[in-house]
T-cell receptor, first 112, second 115 residues
């Protein structure tokens, strides 16, 4: 079946550090992949997406590349800010767009 | 355009009562899904509605139900509330177009506390 696995948190970084949050998936066919971010007390917001292999999604300095050979979609940012502190969810939507599958979320704490 | 609107934002109920939560999707989005989010269980899928029909259902007891109206607005109902139903309930809408990677747009959620 389809599933998403992301690294356990919390991840604690100093401001301006490099960020990587690992995400791997299991899916049949060609899913679409997403990263969502949730700030305290809010719902999830779409951060970026990629719909086919080798696509790179990017937004607000965050990037993730759809790697079919390694079934991965790791989130990266070159220089994090305190305002990036949030919970990040990796997700996939199966090829028929029938169901979404979310990872368990990774909490990021950025210290000044 | 307006986002996904959930009402109310906060709710406190007593065990045994029932509650109804409301969700208005983005205009043009015909699919509405509901999720329960708790610290221990993370995001759990409740159900999805499309054109007033339930097309997917998660693994929740029958006390959890939902419906969708002709204008795509959706409600979910929880009857005989239990303490464990305390959670953030998130509604999400999407266009559900085959062949396009449209993701969900989430509302801000309804925080339900059962006492």
């Amino acid at each position: 079946g389809n599933s998403v696995t992301q690294m356990e948190g919390p991840v604690t970084l100093s401001e301006e550090a490099f960020l990587t949050i690992n995400c791997t998936y299991t899916a049949t066919g060609y899913p679409s992949l997403f990263w969502y971010v949730q700030y305290p007390g809010e719902g999830l917001q779409l951060l970026l997406k990629a719909t086919k292999a080798d696509d790179k999604g990017s937004n607000k300095g965050f990037e993730a590349t759809y790697r079919k050979e390694t079934t991965s979609f790791h989130l990266e940012k070159g220089s994090v800010q305190v305002s990036d502190s949030a919970v990040y969810f990796c997700a996939l939507s199966d090829q028929g767009f029938n169901k979404f599958y979310f990872g368990s979320g990774t909490k990021l704490n950025v210290k000044p | 355009k307006a986002g996904v609107t959930q009402t109310p934002r906060y709710l406190i109920k007593t065990r045994g009562q029932q509650v109804t939560l409301s969700c208005s999707p983005i205009s043009g989005h015909r699919s509405v899904s509901w999720y329960q989010q708790t610290p221990g269980q993370g995001l759990q899928f409740l159900f999805e509605y499309f054109s007033e029909t339930q097309r997917n259902k998660g693994n929740f007891p029958g006390r959890f139900s939902g419906r969708q109206f002709s204008n795509s607005r959706s409600e979910m109902n929880v009857s005989t509330l239990e303490l464990g139903d305390s959670a953030l309930y998130l509604c999400a809408s999407r266009t559900l177009t085959r062949g396009h990677g449209d993701g969900y747009t989430f509302g801000s959620g309804t925080r339900l506390t059962v006492v």
